[in-house]
């Protein structure tokens, strides 16, 4: 994908720190808002609606400012996400450095920290992040929904997969427990066995997220299926259109029999925090958002 110029703002704000609705609950953390990456599958578009913003999404970013966390004790125990609607580790943190300095806020919170990212720039801060995992519960996520660099840049314009996945072994290797996030699963195109066996050697835990289709990046996603990938669209009009969800719920099943056959714990809707032997990574089910909006990482659903 090419990318495109950055329009910059820059917003004062009283706390960086909301309580979070997302399956995790506790806390999203953004240091930003808007993302360069221009995902075009981001659900995170929707901030528009909020902010104000005209120009596309991936076209702006604003820095947020807001005073030093005062006792950040206070979320101790406590779920902290960090990049719930912004990639914290965007290219433009390299020249802000809003989320390094949130981290060295929160770095003796005693939270549990999350970083979600599609990015190898939290590799600058590697040293800061051996410092928090030794006085805090912490993990560090990469979305990785394909192994096809060509697919990948037709979505977004993060760095490539494979600089995620190097990222990923380093932070792994650093005694860091990580996670490789396959989301959103792309019905037809996302080959969950072939993304296993590349990074189950360097994570603790398997994420699956099924693509969801909603407002105005659906006839996006739709186009894109029609024009390069003709064959699926009877099975994208099937999931998207009439909603029948055969499809995941057979990736369910098979997800289930991957967990078995690799001597790895299947999960549905929790993440447990520890480390596993290399090699057997915990999968968690984490399909059908609107069942799982909410739970707090319960292991229960919403009532279907």
């Not at 329009?7 to 506790?26: D, F, R």
């Not at 914290?88 to 939270?111: C, H, I, V, W």
């Not at 760095?159 to 996670?179: C, F, N, P, Q, W």
């Not at 398997?206 to 186009?223: A, Q, Y």
């Amino acid at each position: 994908m090419e990318k495109q110029a950055i329009k910059i703002g820059h917003v004062e704000t009283k706390s960086v720190m909301t309580k979070s609705n997302a399956p995790l609950g506790g806390f999203s953390v953004n240091p930003y808002v808007g993302c360069p990456h221009a995902c075009k599958y981001c659900y995170a578009s929707f901030m528009k609606r909020f902010t104000g913003h005209t120009e596309d999404w991936g076209t702006f970013m604003d820095v947020k400012h807001w005073p030093a966390i005062a006792n950040p004790r206070k979320y101790a125990g406590q779920k902290v996400i960090i990049g719930t609607v912004t990639d914290g580790y965007n290219p433009l943190e390299e020249q802000f450095g809003k989320t390094r300095l949130l981290l060295e806020q929160l770095k003796d919170s005693g939270a549990d920290i999350l970083i979600c990212t599609k990015s190898d720039l939290v590799l600058r801060d590697i040293d800061l992040l051996m410092e928090i995992n030794r006085k805090n519960r912490l993990t560090v996520s990469w979305s990785v929904n394909t192994l096809d660099e060509a697919f990948k840049d037709d979505m977004d314009a993060a760095v490539s997969i494979e600089r995620r996945l190097a990222a990923m072994k380093r932070v792994y290797d650093a005694g860091i427990r990580t996670v490789c996030f396959i989301s959103p699963v792309f019905p037809g195109l996302t080959d969950i066995e072939a993304i296993f066996e590349r990074a189950k050697d360097q994570c603790d835990l398997v994420w699956l997220e099924n693509l969801n289709l909603r407002g105005g990046f659906k006839k996006t996603i739709m186009d894109y299926i029609a024009e390069k990938h003709p064959d699926l669209v009877p099975l994208y009009d099937e999931i998207y259109n009439k909603k029948i969800r055969a499809y995941f719920e057979a990736l369910e099943k098979q997800a289930e029999e991957m967990a078995r056959k690799n001597s790895c714990r299947f999960v549905d809707n929790e993440t447990p925090y520890e480390r596993v032997p290399k090699g057997h990574p915990t999968i968690v089910d984490y399909f059908y958002h609107e069942e799982v909006r909410g739970t707090a990482n319960s292991g229960k659903r919403n009532v279907r």
